[in-house]
């Protein structure tokens, strides 16, 4: 158990609907990352905050938003859903003082099957 | 951009013999992390060993350690004494020392069997 947690575990859903995907990050842990691993597939690097603000984008859709709360707990929204949207969703946490490099801890993910 | 290459899709060993999975980056700074990372069915993601591109030392945890070829851009992964749970996914990952966010390789996924 990595301390990390996310829900929902699972998540179906129809195109053309708004998920939103939860994370808790480690006790500690100021930075929260999101991942995109969709079928037999590497991860993706989505979005980045450090301690309640935006520190990095990736590949991140417009369709896709993410914030972090004054808690630490972070949210991914993502709407107008297509059928290649469905994959797992990882949060990952690290001590993450933003100009040092510290090792990113995975949550259990989130797998959303968009139908 | 950094880019992370695992050339080997597939890859099986016997229990009790060792393998070495191949990982090859491409970057032109100096400081950086290298990780490989393990993704069992389950589909967790379990950190399974880091290597700072500063350090000349590879990186060793138990069963697992690296060989780290700075000039060659080269992080491969052993395993001795495979054990049936070590089957899994694999994937090798490249952080900058001045960035969180992390690039990982397509993955290797390795079959140990009995």
């Known amino acids: 158990d990595s301390g990390v947690t996310q829900t929902p575990k699972h998540l179906i859903t129809a195109t053309g609907q708004r998920v939103t995907l939860r994370c808790s990050p480690r006790?500690?842990?100021?930075?929260v990352y999101w991942y995109q691993q969709s079928l037999d597939q590497g991860l993706q690097f989505l979005i980045q905050y450090y301690n309640g603000e935006e520190r990095a984008k990736g590949n991140i859709l417009e369709r896709f938003s993410a914030q972090q709360f004054p808690d630490l707990h972070s949210e991914l929204n993502l709407s107008s859903l297509e059928l290649g949207d469905s994959a797992l969703y990882f949060c990952?946490?690290?001590?993450?003082?933003?100009?040092?490099?510290?090792?990113?801890?995975f949550g259990p993910g989130t797998r959303l099957t968009v139908l | 951009a950094q880019t992370v290459t695992q050339s080997q899709p597939e890859m099986s060993v016997q229990e009790a013999e060792t393998v070495t999975l191949s990982c090859t980056y491409d970057t032109s700074e100096n400081n950086y992390y290298l990780f490989w990372y393990k993704q069992p069915p389950s589909r967790q993601m379990i950190l399974v060993i880091r290597q700072e591109a500063y350090k000349q030392q590879n990186a060793t945890e138990n069963r697992f350690s690296v060989n780290f070829q700075k000039a060659a851009k080269s992080f491969s992964l052993k395993i001795s004494d495979s054990q049936l749970g070590d089957t899994a996914m694999y994937f090798c990952a490249f952080q900058l020392s001045n960035a969180g966010k992390s690039t990982f390789g397509d993955g290797t996924t390795l079959t140990v069997k009995p």
């Open positions: 990952a946490s690290s001590v993450g003082h933003p100009l040092s490099t510290d090792t990113q801890y």
């Open positions: 006790s500690g842990d100021l930075s």
